[in-house]
């Protein structure tokens, strides 16, 4: 017997964000600005939020919707809770949240001391979770909505030298799951985003400067390519609107196959797994 329909809901890939309010925090480069820019093409109106406010205001400034902007150093206990206010502050409440700012970190266990660890969790775990809890009763207010917290591919597999910035990102993919469940009955939806090889400003330096870097780590992605900002910024806008109404408590990897698909042509480890 074939299933009657569903006449509540038909299927829709409707990424309009016209008269939703959007928070995108470490908005001035890189995925963030990406991730603004192609919220406010939806029609939402974007809170753009980092550390530098030039940057900042040069993004705003390409933006149609009316976008606000608000210099944050989000390493300062208190710094989340604070944002919070000062959105709260400029718009009558939040619709999306994007939790992008964070900070990379590059330390080996012998290297690591409890400053880098204070440091790399107080931006990349405390103040994403903080913030989001400041903005969570606006959303509800509001009839439910839609956190994505940025994440990484370091969260999904065992990066060399990262341990505590893997840990962050890991973290981040657990409260993703735990606050899927806390929020789900208020109607927000919390999912998460993990990137793996995306060329930003972190990259900079070493694409201009390190000879083969670029071609020998696109050998290591399925797709042979490194992600861009737009890459993420498409998904993020696909968690933001009613085409993931019915996702929540997952992480998407987006990294070409980098974590999960064998793509490079070196010899197995293992002789007798050869052809």
């Known amino acids: 017997m074939t299933p009657a329909a569903n006449t509540e809901s038909s299927p829709s890939t409707d990424h309009r964000l016209d008269g939703k309010v959007a928070v995108v925090t470490g908005a001035s480069r890189g995925i963030g600005e990406a991730s603004a820019r192609a919220l406010d093409a939806a029609g939402a109106r974007v809170v753009l939020t980092g550390r530098t406010t030039a940057d900042l205001d040069r993004v705003a400034a390409e933006l149609r919707h009316d976008p606000v902007a608000l210099t944050a150093d989000l390493a300062p206990a208190g710094a989340g809770t604070d944002l919070a206010r000062r959105i709260l502050n400029e718009v009558d409440g939040v619709d ?95 999912n998460s985003i993990a990137p793996g090889l995306i060329a930003t400003a972190i990259w900079e330096e070493a694409r201009n400067n390190v000879p083969g870097l670029i071609a020998d780590l696109a050998g290591q992605v399925a797709l042979k390519r490194w992600g861009f900002g737009d890459d993420i910024a498409d998904v993020v806008l696909f968690f933001a609107s009613d085409a993931s109404r019915y996702v929540t408590g997952e992480t998407l990897v987006v990294d070409g196959g980098l974590a999960r698909v064998t793509a490079t042509n070196a010899p197995s480890a293992l002789p007798e797994l050869e052809d």
Not at 117 to 143: E, H, K, Q, W
């Open 96 to 190: 999306v949240l994007v939790n992008n700012a964070g900070i990379p970190m590059r330390r080996t266990p012998a290297q690591l001391t409890e400053a880098d660890f204070d440091l790399v969790f107080s931006i990349n775990v405390r103040s994403l979770v903080m913030l989001s809890t400041g903005l969570a009763p606006s959303m509800i207010a509001r009839g439910g909505g839609s956190v994505i917290n940025i994440s990484s591919v370091a969260g999904v597999h065992g990066p060399l030298g990262r341990v505590a910035y893997a840990g962050t990102k890991g973290a981040v993919d657990a409260m993703t799951r735990a606050l899927a469940a806390d929020w789900g009955p208020d109607g927000i939806r919390v």
